[in-house]
Every structure is written in structure tokens, then in C-alpha cells.
């Protein structure tokens, strides 16, 4: 189990993918589909579309983070198990076939060469036939823990959840938040740096990102009393404005940082090369696409922009 303060790693491949044949199809495949879905691949060394699903293949299994497991089994090597399984009803006369296994069943399958995002579908379709294992009510016990302050329990419950399933981007997203809960800037960091390239691009991650980044302006951020008395002295001061919005915001006044970003672009939205802008963008990604502050926010910004 991965331990908190740990960065999470994917399940190495020879525990997701192995070769397979007759003498072992009724462990790997049919008593291993029991609880995690199987996929298998029917191939053949002669086969040039199996060279390029297969990989595409094993690289969706991966990205599931063992939600799904694969077996790839070689007709020419296996013949007898191929035609006991055509005498089943499985088309194996034409490879590449595709056949996904649940609970000793087939549940699923396709045959030919299929574009990235249709194998992408499949594995993902496949993998979900078991649910997630309660993953979604450990994810909001979590949520639930960092909202009341139990942000070490909240971590280990993150931790233990990416522990069964290394790409779980709520998940992940929580871990780098509950260490900036703790002001682990630096562990969270490290673990945004390590996020695995198939949910890089997540809503929770990039929330993650945009909480880091406001964390690392909050610790520089000026003395709020002071910023104000300077704006109010001089309401043209853009710059004393925009650090006037990352104190507002470090402060933990969110709704005001909001804002104050928006009379900022109010009265100039090119300068810095639109940073007002930029830095709303950070704070709405920061949070929950429902929160208010967004929605008004945004809502502002864009009669603001198209007027």
C-alpha cells in the first residue's frame, strides 16, 4: 500500500500483461476474470495490424491503472485453443480479435484495426463492468476529511486509494492538495511532476496545479493593509491592484481577490500581457466549476470581454 507522503507509481506491466496459451487460459483468463475484467488478444506474428493494435492495446490496459487486465495469446502457437474457442462461437478465423472476459464470461470484443480512441473506449468500457471497488466513497470520506481539517487521515485515504489504482485523478488531485493543506509546496510539487501522462489533462489535476501555483504566490504575497492603502491613494497603480488581489487571495478572501482582478481588467486588460486574466483563469481552475465565485466570475469576465 502506498504510504502517505509517497509518490504513486504505476502497476508494473508483467502484473497487467502476460503472454498466454492453452495451458494456462483457464487461470489467466477465465478463473482471472472472477473480479478484474480480461482482455485478450488474439494475434499472430504474421499479422501486420496485430503490430500496431497491440501496442495501443497494452498502452490502454496500462492507463487503467488495473482496473483491466491483458493476456495476449498467439493463434499459430495456441491452434487447438483457438479452434476450441471458435467451436464456442469466438470468430478467431480473423486476427487481430479482440475478447474481453468478465467473471469467466465474454463480455465484450471487436476484430480489426481500431483508431487509438476507439481502444481507449473499449478498455475503458471494459474495466468499468466492475465498478471501482468503492474507490468513489473512499474519495469522498477523503474530500470530506480535508473539508473538517483532517487533512493527515485525508492524505493516507488519498494514498490508499492510489495505491489500488495509481491513476485515479481525483485521487491524485486530493494528495497534492492535502500536502498543500500542510504547506508541503514542495511534496506537491513532486507529486504534480510525477502525474502519469494519461490524466495529466484532468480537471482535477490542473485544479491541482492552479492551487499549487496560487500557494506559491500566496507565500510572496505583500502586506494587505499596506496594499490597500496604496490603491486607495492611487487607483491607477495596476501592479499595487493585482498584488492587492494575491494578498486578498492569500488571505483567504477569495470572492474579493476575484474582484479586485476584474477592475484591473476593467481598466486595462493588455496589461502584462493580460495577467488579470491569466490570473482569474488560475483561481476559477482552482475551484470547483459550480463554486459561485466561478460562476459569477466568469459571467463577469465575459460580458466584459464581449461588450
Not at 482471472?32 to 503490430?51: H, L, N, R, T, Y
Not at 475503458?124 to 480535508?146: F, K, N, Q, T
Not at 509546496?185 to 502525474?195: F, I, P, R, S
Not at 493593509?225 to 492611487?234: K, N, P, Y
Request: hydrophobic residues 50%; contains cysteine.
Amino acid at each position: 500500500m502506498l504510504e502517505f507522503g509517497q509518490t504513486p507509481s504505476q502497476p508494473a506491466a508483467t502484473d497487467l500483461i502476460k503472454e498466454g496459451g492453452e495451458a494456462t487460459f483457464m487461470q489467466d483468463v477465465v478463473d482471472g476474470s472472477q473480479e478484474v475484467p480480461v482482455i485478450v488478444d488474439f494475434w499472430a506474428p504474421w499479422c501486420g495490424p496485430c503490430k500496431t493494435l497491440g501496442p495501443m492495446l497494452e498502452s490502454a490496459v496500462q492507463a487503467a491503472g488495473g482496473r483491466v487486465k491483458m493476456v495476449k495469446i498467439d493463434v499459430d502457437q495456441n491452434q487447438r485453443l483457438a479452434q476450441m474457442l471458435a467451436q464456442q462461437g469466438l470468430p478467431l478465423q480473423s486476427i487481430p480479435t479482440v475478447v474481453a472476459f468478465y467473471q469467466g464470461q465474454v463480455a465484450d470484443m471487436f476484430q480489426g484495426a481500431q483508431p487509438l480512441s476507439e481502444i481507449k473506449a473499449f478498455v475503458d468500457r471494459v474495466a468499468a463492468l466492475a465498478g471501482d471497488g468503492g474507490l468513489s466513497e473512499a474519495i469522498e470520506a477523503a474530500e470530506a476529511m480535508l473539508a473538517e481539517g483532517a487533512v493527515v487521515d485525508a492524505a493516507q485515504t488519498f494514498a490508499a486509494i492510489l495505491g489500488e489504482e495509481p491513476g485515479n485523478a481525483a485521487a491524485y488531485g486530493g494528495m497534492v492538495r492535502a500536502h498543500l493543506a500542510l504547506d508541503d509546496t514542495d511534496q506537491a510539487e513532486a507529486l504534480l511532476a510525477a502525474v502519469p501522462a494519461e490524466i495529466t489533462g484532468a480537471p482535477e489535476i490542473e485544479a491541482a496545479r492552479a492551487q499549487l501555483e496560487l500557494a506559491r504566490q500566496a507565500a510572496e504575497a505583500g502586506p494587505l493593509a499596506e496594499l490597500q492603502a496604496v490603491v486607495a491613494a492611487d487607483p491607477a497603480n495596476l501592479q499595487a491592484r493585482f498584488d492587492l488581489a494575491t494578498a486578498l487571495h492569500a488571505a483567504g478572501d477569495v470572492e474579493a481577490a476575484v474582484t479586485e482582478l476584474l477592475n484591473l481588467f476593467g481598466l486595462d486588460r493588455e496589461w502584462n500581457d493580460g495577467a488579470a486574466k491569466a490570473q482569474l483563469f488560475t483561481i476559477f481552475d482552482a475551484l470547483k466549476p459550480t463554486d459561485p465565485i466561478v460562476l459569477n466570475g466568469r459571467r463577469k469576465l465575459s460580458s466584459m470581454i464581449f461588450a
